[in-house]
């Protein structure tokens, strides 16, 4: 009777040990002559042999401790050429020259074991539901998957698959990275209601290494909060106009706000501080027609309207001194001009976004960044350096094909933006604020140097526009009509303010 055990390493352990030290016992009714070791690259199938190569199967003599015993250890010392999944066969042969009739077989790996950690929530923190969990993973040489567990912290019972609690259970997480040795990890999860739950997290390896210990995060999910909702216009502009005078057809902000107004609805309104004047609407390359203090403290007083505000120029080619003029600087003139909520958003001038100017100026006195995006910002998104999104609303060429209006070249190749696509996003969902921003309003049909215009079919996808910050007022006020009930419309100050974000 001949058997051989391996004992070291364990069956399917991880290890990082230089050398490996593998061995066992090996017993033989005839007396123990020799045992003999063989290491696979489980992953190419390949054998390790004595030149240090991977071939063809080769066996290695290992050092039995009692030789002619009928029981003894054996051990031989291995260097793994680096991580991997490995295995160990060894076979003991008797003094008669018989071996095993099987021969014995451990999987082990070995390298570091992968580490998995939680980005959001940070601990403890309160965060509206849906969530996406995020977090890293880290390895040696690949994260092949990551683990989460969600528990509830009062029944202590797991998220199910399923949508109900039950007992541990995890879940797949979305790996982005995957088989490198840095990847991230995302859950979404709508949680069933307000509460106090914790996620747990694992990473495995690419061989199959299991995270030894997991990652556990509390947090807490807070009631849903109101969906809100910015309706931005983008620069104080008075109207549309022709050489400096507001155009036939044109809609002037004071028309928009008494139609807003009589729709219980207020906009806010990015005004250049540093160069408006005070009862003199300033002209601009004929066709801004820049509203001037006085019209703006008309808008404020009479409509509910407030501004933010608009630096003239990127910020990032001013001086300093400009920078702080055009930023914090501006808000005490404001202030006293009646504009105390001027502090929700500093709009980058057409887009020009700094991050370092933004952490190191803007987000110590404005609430929030102006970056264009999708218009989306999340109450669980707010963070440093505090971006905010607002989405561009555009006018342009017109949609219906059969129309000479639909080769109309527009800058950017802009093409009149659908008002159902407008209704959409202003239909934002629970802790969430949506920011659209509109620049000029036309009606009726007009053709003049400061910008054409055709709105008068009735159906839109005949109303065009020249430029694209020209838009028809009544595809405006139509989605305007559709704002969903329940969607609180209010100022960057006011989403500050809800939302606890203290510049
Ligand atoms: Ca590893
Ligand atoms: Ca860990």
Same mark, same amino acid.
């Given at each position: 009777?001949?058997?051989?055990? *391996?004992?070291?390493?364990?069956?399917?352990?991880?290890?990082?040990?230089?050398?490996?030290?593998?061995?066992?016992?090996?017993?033989?009714?005839?007396?123990?002559?020799?045992?003999?070791?063989?290491?696979?690259?489980?992953?190419?199938? =390949?054998?390790? %042999?004595?030149?240090?190569?991977?071939?063809?199967?080769?066996?290695?003599?290992?050092?039995?401790?009692?030789?002619?015993?009928?029981?003894?250890?054996?051990?031989?010392?291995?260097?793994?050429?680096?991580?991997?999944?490995?295995?160990?066969?060894?076979?003991?042969?008797? =003094?008669?020259?018989?071996?095993?009739?099987?021969?014995?077989?451990?999987?082990?790996?070995?390298?570091?074991?992968?580490?998995?950690?939680?980005?959001?929530?940070?601990?403890?923190?309160?965060?509206?539901?849906?969530?996406?969990?995020?977090?890293?993973?880290?390895?040696?040489?690949?994260?092949?998957?990551?683990? $989460?567990? *969600?528990?509830?912290?009062?029944?202590?019972?797991?998220?199910?698959?399923?949508?109900?609690?039950?007992?541990?259970?995890?879940?797949?997480?979305?790996?982005?990275?995957?088989?490198?040795?840095?990847?991230?990890?995302?859950?979404?999860?709508?949680?069933?209601?307000?509460?106090?739950?914790?996620?747990?997290?694992?990473?495995?390896?690419?061989?199959?290494?299991?995270?030894?210990?997991?990652?556990?995060?509390?947090?807490?999910?807070?009631?849903?909060?109101?969906?809100?909702?910015?309706?931005? $216009?983008?620069?104080?502009?008075?109207?549309?106009?022709?050489?400096?005078?507001?155009?036939?057809?044109?809609?002037?902000?004071?028309?928009?706000?008494?139609?807003?107004?009589?729709?219980?609805?207020?906009?806010?309104?990015?005004?250049?501080?540093?160069?408006?004047?005070?009862?003199?609407?300033?002209?601009?390359?004929?066709?801004?027609?820049?509203?001037?203090?006085?019209?703006?403290?008309?808008?404020?007083?009479?409509?509910?309207?407030?501004?933010?505000?608009?630096?003239?120029?990127?910020?990032?080619?001013?001086?300093?001194?400009?920078?702080?003029?055009?930023?914090?600087?501006?808000?005490?003139?404001?202030?006293?001009?009646?504009?105390?909520?001027?502090?929700?958003?500093?709009?980058?001038?057409?887009?020009?976004?700094?991050?370092?100017?933004?952490?190191?100026?803007?987000?110590?006195?404005?609430?929030?960044?102006?970056?264009?995006?999708?218009?989306?910002?999340? %109450?669980?998104?707010?963070?440093?350096?505090?971006?905010?999104?607002?989405?561009?609303?555009?006018?342009?060429?017109?949609?219906?094909?059969?129309?000479?209006?639909?080769?109309?070249?527009?800058?950017?190749?802009?093409?009149?933006?659908?008002?159902?696509?407008?209704?959409?996003?202003?239909?934002?969902?629970?802790?969430?604020?949506?920011?659209?921003?509109?620049?000029?309003?036309?009606?009726?049909?007009?053709?003049?140097?400061?910008?054409?215009?055709?709105?008068?079919?009735?159906?839109?996808?005949?109303?065009?526009?020249? %430029?694209?910050? =020209?838009?028809?007022?009544?595809?405006?006020?139509?989605?305007?009509?559709? *704002?969903?009930?329940?969607?609180?419309?209010?100022?960057?100050?006011?989403?500050?303010?809800?939302?606890?974000?203290?510049?």
């Amino acid at each position: 009777m001949i058997d051989t055990t *391996i004992t070291v390493p364990a069956k399917g352990s991880s290890t990082g040990a230089t050398p490996v030290p593998l061995g066992g016992t090996a017993t033989a009714s005839a007396g123990v002559a020799e045992v003999r070791v063989a290491v696979q690259d489980r992953l190419t199938k =390949l054998w390790w %042999r004595s030149d240090g190569t991977w071939g063809a199967w080769q066996q290695f003599a290992a050092v039995v401790a009692a030789p002619g015993a009928t029981t003894s250890a054996w051990s031989v010392p291995w260097t793994a050429p680096g991580p991997g999944a490995y295995a160990v066969q060894a076979e003991t042969r008797d =003094l008669d020259g018989a071996g095993d009739a099987t021969r014995a077989w451990v999987n082990f790996t070995w390298g570091a074991a992968p580490d998995a950690a939680v980005t959001f929530p940070q601990g403890n923190a309160t965060v509206s539901s849906p969530v996406t969990l995020t977090g890293t993973a880290v390895d040696d040489t690949g994260v092949s998957a990551v683990r $989460i567990a *969600i528990q509830d912290r009062v029944t202590m019972r797991w998220w199910q698959p399923n949508g109900t609690w039950g007992a541990w259970r995890q879940l797949n997480a979305t790996v982005a990275g995957s088989g490198t040795p840095s990847a991230t990890w995302t859950y979404p999860w709508t949680a069933p209601g307000p509460g106090t739950y914790a996620v747990q997290v694992e990473a495995v390896d690419a061989f199959g290494v299991v995270d030894p210990s997991r990652a556990f995060r509390p947090f807490a999910v807070r009631a849903p909060g109101p969906a809100l909702l910015t309706l931005a $216009i983008g620069r104080a502009d008075w109207g549309a106009s022709d050489d400096c005078t507001v155009a036939e057809g044109a809609v002037p902000l004071d028309r928009i706000a008494a139609e807003l107004a009589a729709r219980g609805r207020t906009a806010a309104v990015g005004v250049v501080s540093t160069t408006t004047a005070e009862d003199t609407r300033r002209c601009q390359g004929g066709a801004i027609l820049q509203a001037s203090w006085a019209d703006l403290t008309a808008l404020r007083d009479a409509y509910g309207w407030t501004v933010f505000q608009r630096p003239n120029g990127p910020l990032s080619l001013m001086t300093p001194q400009q920078q702080v003029a055009e930023t914090c600087g501006a808000l005490p003139s404001l202030a006293a001009r009646g504009h105390d909520r001027a502090w929700g958003l500093l709009a980058y001038a057409n887009n020009t976004t700094d991050a370092t100017i933004q952490t190191d100026l803007v987000s110590t006195c404005f609430a929030f960044g102006r970056a264009y995006g999708n218009g989306l910002t999340t %109450r669980n998104g707010i963070g440093p350096p505090f971006w905010q999104s607002t989405r561009s609303f555009n006018g342009g060429a017109c949609n219906d094909p059969t129309l000479d209006c639909y080769g109309l070249v527009v800058t950017g190749s802009r093409r009149y933006e659908s008002p159902e696509l407008l209704a959409a996003l202003l239909a934002p969902t629970a802790d969430t604020w949506r920011t659209v921003q509109l620049y000029r309003f036309v009606e009726g049909a007009h053709s003049g140097p400061g910008g054409a215009w055709d709105c008068t079919s009735p159906d839109w996808r005949g109303h065009w526009t020249s %430029r694209a910050e =020209l838009y028809c007022v009544g595809d405006f006020l139509w989605a305007v009509d559709r *704002i969903p009930a329940g969607v609180t419309v209010t100022d960057p100050a006011g989403v500050a303010a809800l939302w606890g974000r203290v510049p």
